[in-house]
């Protein structure tokens, strides 16, 4: 299945193994990645505080070359851009008086037919094919599935099932082996983007989180989005100084997960560029003696 | 030849005032067969009337129009005269100048022209009017009442106390519905059951009442006055007329964790059962989903398993082999009176529009019930005897919070409407609480508080005053388990902020909605129902319990929302059409209906297609011999309401609507 592909700025920066694994693990489940040529800034969190035209306007253009490159289907793994990207096609169909404008400002047809993906989505729908080419079962390991904010909201952009109780996240887990726990704050903010301006309420927030997926006795966190990744790993040592717990839950994107579960190594998968050590969570999985040297070795090569 | 009177009435000063009726007199006068035209300032006066029956006499007149006011307000003013003077009351009409002309124009001279052109347009179709008689028909003087709660039962009381038979159908294996499992009632406190039991035990006794409890409405046919109603008496598998209600069976069964659907699952009832003590009749019944022997028999295992019921019962009254019966009943009336069901906030929700809530933990916490949950822990008859324990683990709630709206005024999850009794229960709730349990903190979260109605808002007021309700103005956006306790996240929208709170018990006032399946037995009795299930009431002012369908009623929580009082009311209206309807060994019904002619029908059956009320019937045209020549449709003149849709439909002009044939309104439009 060929795919666009909108990285997006994240994946090439704070989220670079967001990007690696998912280009590691598509091959495997026959995706093609076609990237958008000449993509732009999604826009995210500033253009629509300021202009509603500009904000509609970024997305719609990179919307327009995707569907110029013959794209069916475009993928935006970060929750950000697929909550952006989707915002443009929906109000772009909801309000025929925005085309003109936007007509204008992107120079070319607005896009009417390519349909945005979150990687959640994608996943759960090859939840089938991901459950036969599992090499490494993940089973009976407990995993946190996050969500977030961006990912169920708003209802009319939602792609991984209900609002309040999405499950698209959790269908993937299984599809792996893994047992999703049941916790409370999986929909709740992580903080989002004040990660560097508010850094107390980021961590307050992302507190709660980790310690209620921990209570809920996840040895994971799995989540689909690159500021949530942020807030909940590169945070967790600040996290772990208020709450006077190690900063030891391991935060995976869903294709890390993924990838292990198809058997990639831990290079591939970028799990060295983690702050919090994903070496014993992968020891374990392969279960062998010293395997979590070995593992320790191999990821700290890579940060 | 034609011999047409024409009276033009000024109405006073309504009609006068803008069109010159004395002008649209004389201009009458001269239309080819008027023999008579004269205007008078109030026609339906008796002098009025006089005119047009002295003229009738005198100038023997053949058809009479009256130029005037709306057929609606004088028609049958109008008719009635013309009977009185001989002439057929269907040879009188009236052309409508006045809410089509003189009320909605300005112009005089340009009004008074169209008041000519309406009332021409009549005159023409008066002259190929033909004398019509009323249609009568027997009426079978018995009524079905659809569903035994409050409202099915004061109907079927109602209408036997008035001296006519009623059959009183019952899904559940006991009559009393939902009434008989709430605690107390508002705005009084009284037990619920106290005040219906003895209702139950009337309906049960009364000899003009035949009580058929686990039966449902299979089918209908016919019309007002006629109907043949199959109903469906589901099998028992135990013996009513041996069985003497000892309950030895049920101390026997060994199957005794069944989520008793009488205490709202929070008890547990046996495999044969009765739904609860006072049930009428106290016959037990098998849920043979359930029962052991029946499980093993629909495993095709030979052997007879279990069977200790049959051991027990000492009258030999169970019996395994029953089967459902289908009954055909004659009836003349029926009232439709199913009652409600609360919304779920789980994910399976028996309408497609409807969604759960998702942000509740789709009720996956043992601890937040709904409404008639806590009625039951609240019920002196109920699993806890009264006493307010909550289910995960019988600890006595400390707070309680309540959370009203819970579906209801939320289209988000498909569901527009306000519920209109859960202000009251919730108040009443928090009151029962706080008598039982003096300490406690019984906490309301609402939207606004609806307490429209007679003692409605004085007990709110002694609610919050007396007992000691808290009343915070917000919604709740989520709950969830935080050890043993509920944490409900939600916002106070007078003070602006967010609220977190832990409880020990969660109440949801969850929505009203009619029955599941309402909208089959709908359509098996034509009946119209709204987007919500909820029946659709003839006019919503004037003709509050008809429904479409002529000779059916309707009451109770089927149609809307209702409290007790509201059912009981409706209940009693409906019983008053019905005897109404029973006052007359024959029904009158308007001749203009539609008739098919028998020499140039097809039968292609279009008629029947587009036919809203299901009048088309088939009738087989044999020669002498006995042999079949055709089938062709035929309208059954009890049922057909007249309204033409099969006339404009038929491609070989063979259906006329008698009093508007084509020949009638094809003349009245040429005249224009």
């Not at chain 2, 919503?540 to 009623?553: D, H, M, Q, S, W």
């Not at chain 2, 062709?632 to 309204?643: L, R, T, W």
Request: glycine share 8%.
């Amino acid at each position: 299945m060929k795919l666009g592909y909108f990285p997006g700025c994240s994946l090439h920066a704070t989220a670079r193994e967001f990007d690696e694994s998912l280009r590691a693990m598509a091959p495997r489940l026959d995706l093609e990645l076609d990237e958008v040529e000449d993509w732009a800034c999604c826009g995210a969190t500033s253009a629509h505080n300021t202009n509603h035209l500009l904000s509609v306007s970024l997305p719609a253009r990179t919307l327009a070359i995707s569907e110029a490159q013959g794209h069916e289907s475009l993928l935006a793994p970060c929750a950000a851009c697929y909550s952006r990207l989707a915002y443009a096609r929906h109000a772009l169909e909801a309000d025929p008086s925005l085309c003109d404008p936007v007509k204008d400002a992107i120079g070319r047809e607005p896009p009417t037919t390519v349909q945005v993906l979150s990687i959640v989505r994608l996943l759960a729908d090859l939840a089938p094919r991901i459950r036969e080419k599992v090499a490494t079962a993940l089973d009976g390991v407990q995993i946190a599935c996050y969500y977030g904010c961006l990912l169920a909201r708003p209802a009319e952009l939602n792609d991984v099932g209900s609002v309040e109780a999405p499950t698209a996240m959790e269908d993937v887990v299984k599809a792996v082996g893994a047992t999703p726990v049941v916790w409370n704050q999986r929909l709740e903010c992580c903080g989002g983007g004040f990660s560097l301006s508010r850094k107390a309420s980021v961590v307050r927030l992302s507190r709660s989180i980790v310690e209620d997926a921990r209570a809920a006795g996840a040895a994971a966190l799995v989540v689909a989005c690159p500021m949530c990744h942020l807030n909940l790993d590169f945070r967790q040592k600040a996290i772990a100084r208020r709450s006077g717990e190690r900063a030891d839950m391991p935060v995976f994107f869903l294709t890390q997960l993924v990838g292990l579960a198809l058997g990639m190594s831990a290079t591939e998968l970028g799990l060295g560029r983690h702050y919090v050590s994903t070496a014993d969570f992968v020891a374990r999985l392969s279960g062998q003696e010293g395997a979590a040297e070995s593992a320790s070795e191999e990821i700290k090569e890579v940060g | 030849m034609a011999r047409i009177g024409v009276f033009v009435c000024h109405c006073g000063e309504n009609i006068g005032r803008t069109v010159d009726c004395a002008q649209v007199a004389e201009a009458c006068g001269s239309f080819p067969g008027v023999v008579h035209s004269v205007d008078y300032k109030y026609m339906c006066s008796d002098p009025g009337q006089l005119q047009i029956k002295e003229a009738i006499k005198e100038k023997g007149l053949t058809g009479v129009v009256v130029a005037a006011c709306s057929p609606h307000m004088h028609e049958k003013t109008f008719r009635k005269a013309a009977a009185a003077a001989g002439l057929n009351p269907f040879l009188c009409e009236m052309a409508n100048i006045r809410e089509h002309c003189s009320w909605i124009h300005e112009d005089r001279a340009r009004a008074t022209a169209k008041a000519i052109d309406l009332t021409r347009f009549i005159v023409e179709k008066v002259k190929r009017n033909q004398p019509l008689v009323p249609i009568s028909i027997p009426v079978e003087r018995r009524a079905l009442v659809i569903g035994a709660g409050i409202a099915g039962i004061q109907a079927a009381l109602d209408i036997a106390d008035g001296g006519r038979e009623v059959i009183l159908v019952e899904k559940e294996p006991s009559i009393g519905g939902h009434m008989s499992q709430l605690s107390e009632t508002f705005p009084t406190l009284d037990c619920s059951q106290c005040i219906l039991t003895p209702r139950m035990v009337e309906a049960f006794q009364h000899p003009r009442i035949k009580l058929m409890t686990y039966s449902e409405v299979e089918s209908l046919e016919g019309y007002i006055g006629n109907f043949a109603v199959t109903i469906r008496k589901k099998a028992r598998s135990v013996d009513d007329e041996l069985c003497n209600g000892c309950g030895d069976c049920q101390s026997a069964c060994p199957v005794k964790k069944i989520p008793s659907e009488f205490d709202a699952g929070l008890g547990k009832r046996t495999a044969i059962y009765v739904p609860f003590p006072q049930a009428v009749p106290n016959i037990p019944v098998i849920d043979r989903e359930r029962c052991t022997r029946f499980k093993a028999m629909r495993k095709g295992k030979k052997k007879e398993v279990c069977g200790r019921c049959l051991k027990a019962c000492g009258r030999e009254a169970i019996d395994f082999a029953q089967e459902d019966r289908l009954i055909t009943e004659k009836v003349g009336a029926i009232v439709f009176a199913t009652g409600y069901q609360l919304y779920s906030i789980g994910e399976e929700q028996p309408r497609e529009h409807l969604s759960g809530y998702g942000e509740y933990g789709y009720g996956e916490i043992p601890d937040v019930i709904d409404g008639m949950q806590f009625e039951r822990l609240a019920s002196a008859s109920g699993p806890t005897g009264g006493r307010i324990e909550r289910p995960s683990d019988g600890k006595e709630p400390e707070t309680v919070v309540f959370l009203q709206c819970v579906g209801s005024r939320d289209p988000q999850k498909g569901i527009d409407y306000c519920s209109k009794l859960c202000c009251m229960y919730i108040a009443k709730h928090t009151m029962l609480y706080r008598h039982k349990v003096h300490h406690g903190r019984a906490v309301v979260f609402y939207m606004d508080v609806r307490a429209g109605g007679k003692g409605y808002d004085e007990f709110v007021r002694r609610a919050v005053e007396e007992d000691g309700a808290e009343y915070v103005r917000g919604r709740v956006s989520r709950l969830y388990r935080a050890g043993d306790k509920v944490r409900v996240c939600g916002f106070d929208t007078l003070s602006g902020e967010p609220l977190e709170m832990d409880a020990d018990m969660v109440v949801m006032a969850t929505a009203i909605q009619p029955q599941p399946g309402i909208e089959s037995l709908a359509q098996k009795l034509s009946v119209s129902y709204d987007k919500s299930g909820f029946i659709n009431e003839a006019h919503p002012k004037l003709k509050p319990v008809e429904t479409n369908t002529a000779g059916i009623y309707v009451a109770g929580a089927c149609q809307a929302p209702r409290d007790i009082p509201d059912a009981v009311a409706m209940a009693s209206a409906a019983a008053s059409k019905v005897l109404g309807l029973f006052s007359n060994e024959e029904l009158e019904r308007d001749p203009c209906v539609a008739q098919v002619d028998e020499t140039t029908c097809s039968g292609c059956f279009h008629c029947e297609r587009v036919c809203p009320y299901g009048a088309v019937e088939h009738l087989e045209v044999r020669d002498r011999g006995g042999n079949l020549i055709k089938v062709i449709a035929k309208v059954n003149q009890g049922v057909c309401q007249g309204c033409g849709t099969c006339q404009a439909t038929c491609p070989s002009k063979s259906v006329e609507l008698l009093g508007f044939t084509d020949a009638q309104i094809f003349a009245a439009i040429n005249s224009l």
